[in-house]
């Protein structure tokens, strides 16, 4: 209870201080007998009113909490009751310019609505002040013509100056607001937003990073902060991103570069990161490397998905035969360039035909998943295994030395197959038939390869099942049969 009391008297006195400052003036204009014939509770009385009613508890009960409202109740009591004074104590339009500081301690507290209240409320109040002149209600120190010429240019000053100042408070308040608006924005982008903002310096070292960083990267934008953020990236794109970051220091402002990378995540998974950065280290509002990183993961994914449905075979995960013409031609420029022979192997299952009669196509199916299993296995990683259409395949081998290293693989095959040709347990009788065609650098081109190795491939079909035939200028039949 003590408390409140104690708060609301000091609300009091720091509200009430400009009033003890207008007594104080008048108690030693009278000392000076310059304050008029007026009794002191005739000046003590509207200043105890003033004070008691532009109370904040008071004004907010009184107006509802309307803001517009309390204005038109605060100000036109204070100017009323400044001017009242002011006429009282004979000195009326001359110490009117008072207005002016009131208004200026209400555009500091209201801002720019204050003004239409005080110049209304003033002028009015001058005008009230010069009729109770007139009618010689109230003393004055000037003549009748002075003062009220004076009070006139008073009035016109006072509303003058009023809207002057209002319209520049407005203005600033404008800009204020823009600018706030503005900043709201970016803070509610940048709190929000699903991309992850970074600062870094010319070094690299990150000295900002956004709070986006945390439900994209796992990360707290604290721990990022003094890293550098090539750490982060994928040592296979460590080269890429020194290429980014060179290109960064070389451009300005005007020039955005991009990247895809990848980022490691606070869990220790890779995040493939497209990353749009500009060199703001001249501008002086920025002076650093501004870095947008948004996750691309699940694009590249269903990228990677897409081209990977459009270069495998859906059955059984192995190339097909678009991809293997295609690395042959890349295959075969590069052996004319490194001078090392190419060997294609055209397969065909012997035998599959039976199997889907007898056990359907489900097996059938099974089947050649575990040939492709089978001639995956047989090959390197430098090799392309494919399905080229039903029961056919094809190997392409790079960087043999002779005809002898292909008939090998072709060997391994055959060999798997006969090993392997069962499903869930059930022996299948088929076999593989196996055509080799080599070229040596510059000797001949993709189509014409190929079209040797069916060449060979259909001569094994006729000496038999599980034969092997190598194409060298005429046919020629391997010796391991």
Known sequence: MSNAIVARAAGFARYGVTHLLVLAAVLVLR????????????????????????????????????????????????????????????????????????????????????????AVSGVLALAGGQLLVALGAVPSYLGGYQTHGLALLVAVGTATTARALGELVAQRE???????????????????????????DAAGDVSWVSPAARPVMGYQPEELRGKVLRGLFHPEDEAASVELFTRLLTSDSTVEHSAELRVRHANGSWQWHEIIARN?????????????????????????????????????????????????ERALAQGTRYQYPVALLSCDLDGFRAVNDTYGH??????????????????????????????????????IRDAGEALHVARRIVEGVTAHASVAGLRLDVGISVGIALAYPGGTDAKTLMRHADTAMYRSKRRGRDNVTVYVQEEVTAPWM
């Open 31 to 118: 000392r000076f007998e310059l304050a008029g014939d007026v009794p002191l509770w005739a000046i003590v009385l509207p200043l105890v009113v003033s004070a008691v009613w532009t109370q904040p508890q008071v004004q907010h009960r009184l107006s509802g909490g309307d803001p517009r409202r309390r204005l038109w109740m605060r100000i036109p009591v204070q100017i009323v009751t400044g001017t009242a004074i002011m006429y009282m104590i004979g000195w009326g339009a001359l110490l009117a310019v008072a207005h002016l500081h009131i208004l200026s301690v209400h555009l500091r507290r209201s801002g720019s609505r204050a003004w239409k209240p005080a």
């Open 174 to 200: 404008r800009v204020e607001a823009a600018a706030k608006l503005s900043e709201d924005r970016f803070r509610a982008l940048v709190r929000d937003g699903s991309e992850v903002i970074t600062l870094s």
């Open 280 to 328: 703001m280290l001249a501008h002086p509002a920025v002076h650093a490397i501004v870095s947008h990183h948004r996750d691309i993961t699940a694009r590249r994914m269903t990228n990677d998905g897409m081209a990977y449905a459009a270069s495998h075979d859906g059955l059984t995960g192995l190339a097909n035969g678009p991809t293997l013409e295609r690395d042959l």
């Open 362 to 399: 489900d097996v059938g199916d099974r089947l050649l998943q575990t040939i492709g299993q089978v001639i995956k296995r047989t090959t390197r990683e430098t090799d392309t295994a494919a399905r080229i259409a039903g029961d056919e395949y094809g190997v392409l081998l790079t960087r």
